[in-house]
Nanobody, 124 residues
Framework: QVQLVESGGGLVQAGGSLRLSCAAS????????MGWFRQAPGKDREFVAA????????RYADFVKGRFTISRDNAKNTVSLQMNSLKPEDTAVYFC?????????????????WGQGTQVTVSS
C-alpha cells in the first residue's frame, strides 16, 4: 500500500516556477514507479512525467521537456516536480501516482495509487 499527498501548487505568473512535492507513506515507496499527471477543466487526465524506482530513468511528455524536472528521494519518501517557464496552458490539477514494481510508463492505467491532486494556476 502507498498513500500519496501532493503539495506546492498555487498561482503563478507566466514564466514563473513552482515546485510540487508528493509525500508517500508505505513501505513500498522505494520500489515504486512514480508519475505526475495533470487534468485541466474539461480535458482528460494526461501524463506529465515519470521516474523509475531507482531514479535512474525518467520520462517526460513532449510539452514539458526542458521545462519540468522530476526527481525522487527514497530516503525521504518524496517525489518532486520542478516546473519552470510555466505557461497558462499548464494550468491544471496535478496528481502524483505510484505503481509497484520496475519499469516506467506514461499510461495512467499502469498506476494503482493516486493522490488527491494540487491546483496549479498560471496567469498570463
Amino acid at each position: 500500500q502507498v498513500q500519496l499527498v501532493e503539495s506546492g501548487g498555487g498561482l503563478v505568473q507566466a514564466g514563473g516556477s513552482l515546485r510540487l512535492s508528493c509525500a508517500a507513506s508505505g513501505r513500498s515507496f522505494s520500489s515504486s514507479m512514480m508519475g505526475w499527471f495533470r487534468q485541466a477543466p474539461g480535458k482528460d487526465r494526461e501524463f506529465v512525467a515519470a521516474i523509475a524506482w531507482s531514479g535512474g530513468s525518467t520520462r517526460y511528455a513532449d510539452f514539458v521537456k526542458g521545462r519540468f524536472t522530476i526527481s525522487r528521494d527514497n530516503a525521504k519518501n518524496t517525489v518532486s516536480l520542478q516546473m519552470n517557464s510555466l505557461k497558462p496552458e499548464d494550468t491544471a490539477v496535478y496528481f502524483c501516482a505510484a505503481a509497484l514494481g520496475v519499469g516506467i510508463s506514461p499510461l495512467s492505467t499502469a498506476y494503482r495509487y493516486w493522490g488527491q491532486g494540487t491546483q496549479v494556476t498560471v496567469s498570463s
